[in-house]
């Protein structure tokens, strides 16, 4: 896996990056979770995501610690600075992810004590099972060190522009239809825009991703799809 | 070890107990003598020589040459430290089941079901904890390579993490249940139980995980369809009971009011017969969506058969089908041969309901095709969504696309599409045959198939687009209502076994 001299140095790095898939595990269960809360009305299951999102912050810190830890004493080089500085970043994506997760959750306790909305929640469901699967080949393509994966994950973010876009007018509609159910419909416009943002979360770590492979920035434009 | 800081020569004078923390389990031997042999000679060299001829200048060259030696022992020292392995351990002989039979090993890499063991240091350290052994099954189903990797890597369910831990440092037997989504989901059950161990040494705990997707997809089947059914079905059975009710009472010998509400009872048991058909395969299908179709099948073949049977409802629309690519026998998928038919069926009767008469409907098979050339759009103004999307990457795809000259689907309408009983607004009511269920149908025979569907469509825009448009852009919205072809594209791409043109 590496090739260094003293080893517990490739043994630090190796562990940096296990760290940080560890965090992206809890990171993806924490947004399937806060989905499944909208999506079943559980109010348990969302108050146990706020709580656990704790973890998550520690374990940011806890790598930025380590991070700035291997850069003070290794001096690290190239392709280890680059698997350095590029934990960092995914781990603060990833601790952001955690955070609009929780504010999914804690939406999702409120929309909870309002009148069902099934084919608005089932929207939220559909748009989250999409954003899950983006974090999770991100994460596969960094575990795995797979540009072209990361890369897929880049150039397929419209996808979730467009559900964002679709359940936006739906939000609309049925607010016109009726105004009792605006409250609810602002915190589902939230919860989407926060799964979208996680989207871009994921598009921002396959970028990290290209970067630690190759050592370049990822300069291109993002495909974008605006109907506004 | 972690508040160590290690430097080159450091390593060197560690005990063997931090190699072994470190993960580095051969610790060669023989490092100790280099080093320190060529310090000392260095040292007595130099004392000798202060000795003889205590004020010489040359005696400052002498001592940086020695050290140079020193350096160089040490550089070597190291690079042997690297090469030389201590000679492998005599492994114990495995216990067998039969004298000659096989080790309990290999019988455990047989076991269908993944096994691992897992070993862990330090208790709140979760990311290293180490596969030190896994059967076949794990190493297929968990992407394990090589001798043993971090167990995360493999495994990153925080849940089932957690469970390690338990099991590894407290003692706690414990099963967790997670999922991997995906493409297709799948549910699994792990079972954790810690391993006994001699004193001090290095913790092991086991995990064995099993694949329950199949009794989750029955019970969640058994509740969808219940749910589906009695939704769906409610609709046309009361219009049926209504109209029973109104022929029993006041419309009894009303001869014409009669042959008109048999006529709308036909029609409402007709649906309600389709309806339960396309719900019972669509169930069908669902069941087996997480195992791979093992036929082979045709794409050329199944497209002439749907157009061949269509060709008389075609006629009678004034629709014309036309066919462009590779000849039957050209091209065979590993696919089940039934449903890629319905693939094609689905899209061509879609085709066939929102096509206006003497328009045309292209079915156009494309082989070849990389995944970017098979999800790319045909044209950059059309507005096209992947509808699904396989997992795996293969390397070329064969890709079946039917487009009608309908009046296109609105961009806001394409996330939905392939929703159950999802129909585009302001058809609910309308004359189109259908259940809602067909382009479900298709999504899920082509995830199993690992293959994906896009779609592609221009519309009319919405009057309030229009208007802003209008406000915007007030060229352009002139050309948008001048000359606009509207049309719907389904793409459907199914991963191809070899590559067709050299």
Redesign the interface.
């Known amino acids: 896996m590496n090739t260094h001299i003293v080893k517990t140095y490739g043994e630090e790095l190796d562990q940096l990056s296990a760290e940080v898939v560890l965090m992206g595990g809890l990171a993806e269960a924490q947004v399937a979770d806060a989905v499944e809360a909208v999506a079943r009305r559980d109010v348990a299951l969302a108050q146990s995501v706020v709580v656990r999102d704790q973890k998550l912050d520690e374990l940011e810190k806890d790598i930025e610690r380590k991070c700035i830890r291997l850069i003070a004493l290794r001096q690290p080089m190239a392709a280890d600075l680059r698997k350095t500085v590029a934990a960092m970043k995914i781990a603060t994506s990833l601790e952001r992810t955690g955070d609009l997760a929780k504010n999914i959750a804690k939406r999702s306790m409120v929309i909870a004590e309002a009148e069902p909305m099934s084919p608005l929640t089932r929207s939220i469901e559909r748009m989250g099972k999409l954003v899950s699967s983006r974090l999770r080949d991100v994460l596969d393509a960094y575990k795995s060190g797979k540009l072209d994966m990361a890369m897929a994950v880049w150039s397929s973010d419209t996808e979730v522009d467009e559900h964002y876009n679709a359940l936006f007018r739906e939000l609309l509609t049925y607010m016109m239809g009726d105004p009792r159910t605006i409250s609810a419909c602002t915190h589902i416009l939230f919860m989407a825009k926060n799964l979208e943002r996680i989207g871009d979360h994921a598009t921002n770590m396959a970028e990290h991703i290209h970067y630690e492979i190759t050592g370049e920035d990822y300069v291109e434009d993002r495909p974008k799809s605006s109907t506004f | 070890?972690d508040n160590r800081?290690?430097t080159?020569a450091s390593?060197l004078w560690l005990p063997h107990s931090d190699y072994i923390e470190?993960?580095?389990a051969n610790r060669p031997k023989k490092i100790r003598g280099y080093f320190p042999l060529s310090v000392a000679t260095g040292i007595i060299i130099l004392i000798v020589l202060a000795i003889i001829a205590p004020n010489a200048p040359w005696l400052i060259w002498v001592a940086l040459t020695v050290l140079g030696v020193c350096a160089f022992a040490m550089n070597r020292d190291?690079r042997k430290a690297?090469q030389v392995t201590a000679p492998a351990p005599a492994l114990p002989e495995p216990v067998r089941v039969q004298p000659e039979g096989p080790s309990f090993q290999e019988v455990l890499r047989a076991i269908p079901d993944p096994v691992m063991v897992v070993s862990g240091v330090e208790p709140n350290d979760?990311?290293?904890r180490w596969v030190v052994f896994a059967n076949t099954a794990a190493r297929e189903e968990f992407?394990i390579t090589g001798e043993n990797g971090?167990l995360?890597?493999s495994?990153?369910?925080?849940?089932v993490?957690e469970a390690v831990d338990e099991a590894l440092f407290g003692n706690i037997r414990r099963d967790t249940v997670f999922?991997t989504?995906?493409?297709q989901d799948k549910f699994w059950r792990a079972w954790t139980s810690p391993l006994p161990v001699a004193e001090g040494a290095r913790k092991l705990a086991l995990l064995v995980v099993r694949d329950e997707t199949d009794i989750r997809r029955i019970e969640r089947m058994r509740a969808d369809f219940l749910a589906n059914a009695s939704h769906e079905l409610r609709t046309p059975l009361a219009s049926l009971t209504g109209f029973i009710e109104t022929l029993r009472g006041h419309a009894k010998d009303d001869l014409k009011a009669r042959d008109k509400f048999l006529n709308i009872m036909a029609a409402q048991a007709e649906r309600m017969g389709r309806l339960i058909h396309d719900l019972l395969s669509l169930s069908r299908i669902e069941m087996n969506e997480h195992v791979p179709p093992s036929g082979e099948a045709d794409l050329s073949l199944a497209a002439r058969d749907v157009m061949d049977s269509l060709s008389i409802l075609a006629q009678e629309k004034g629709v014309t089908l036309t066919f462009t690519g590779p000849a039957p026998g050209a091209i065979s998928l590993v696919a089940d041969r039934d449903q890629i038919l319905q693939v094609v069926q689905n899209l061509s009767d879609n085709a066939l309901k929102y096509a206006p008469p003497g328009s045309e409907i292209e079915l156009e098979i494309l082989t070849d095709r990389t995944l970017e050339q098979a999800i790319a759009a045909r044209d950059p103004a059309a507005a096209k969504?992947?509808l699904l999307?396989p997992d795996r990457?293969d390397d070329f795809y064969t890709v079946i696309r039917v487009k009608d000259h309908g009046p296109g689907i609105r961009?806001?309408?394409?996330?939905?599409l392939a929703?159950r009983f999802y129909r585009v607004e302001g058809q609910k009511s309308g004359d189109k045959l259908g259940t809602g269920l067909g382009l479900a149908i298709v999504k899920h025979i082509i995830n199993r198939h690992r293959g994906g569907l896009v779609v592609e469509s221009i519309a009319r825009p919405s009057t309030t687009?229009r208007e802003l448009l209008a406000y915007d852009l007030p060229d352009k919205v002139a050309a948008v209502s001048d000359d606009l072809t509207t049309y719907t594209a389904f793409s459907a791409y199914f991963p191809q076994p070899r590559r067709l043109k050299a």
């Open positions: 070890m800081i290690l080159h390593v470190a993960g580095m190291i690297q979760i990311a290293g992407h971090l995360v890597s495994v990153r369910n925080p849940e993490l999922e989504s995906g493409a969504l992947v999307r990457r961009r806001e309408y394409l996330p939905r929703e687009d």
